[in-house]
Nanobody, 121 residues
Framework: VQLQASGGGLVQAGGSLRLSCAAS????????MGWFRQTPGKEREFVAA????????YYVDSAKGRFTISRDNAKNTVYLQMNSLKPEDTAVYYC???????????????WGQGTLVTVSS
């Protein structure tokens, strides 16, 4: 299984970015997809997750109302639309896939390489 994350970059506070994660190697639609983020010296933090069919989503409280996770099973891709970005959103963002989903890193068995999001004030 391979996950390729992209879409990170430098954006001013209040701006938007859309992250993408392309998956290959197993039946994409059968698995949860999640986004996590990590800053130096801190543990990887849950951001959002979506079930295989796309009908169930959940978010960390700080992302609710600003971020939207979605997926296109025909393209084997999951997205994270991030609006109203804040400097505290600066992190390396990772996508992951797992059978059961959840907010814990242990629920996911494959991870992408990460994409850096930097939000300037």
């Amino acid at each position: 299984v391979q996950l390729q994350a992209s879409g990170g970059g430098l954006v001013q506070a209040g701006g938007s970015l859309r992250l993408s994660c392309a998956a290959s190697g197993r039946t994409f639609s059968r698995y949860f997809m999640g986004w996590f983020r990590q800053t130096p010296g801190k543990e990887r933090e849950f951001v959002a997750a979506i079930n295989g069919g796309g009908g169930l989503t959940y978010y960390v409280d700080s992302a609710k109302g600003r971020f939207t996770i979605s997926r296109d099973n025909a393209k084997n891709t999951v997205y994270l639309q991030m609006n109203s970005l804040k400097p505290e959103d600066t992190a390396v963002y990772y996508c992951a896939t797992g059978r059961s989903g959840g907010r814990l890193t242990g629920a996911y068995d494959y991870w992408g390489q990460g994409t850096l999001v930097t939000v300037s004030s």
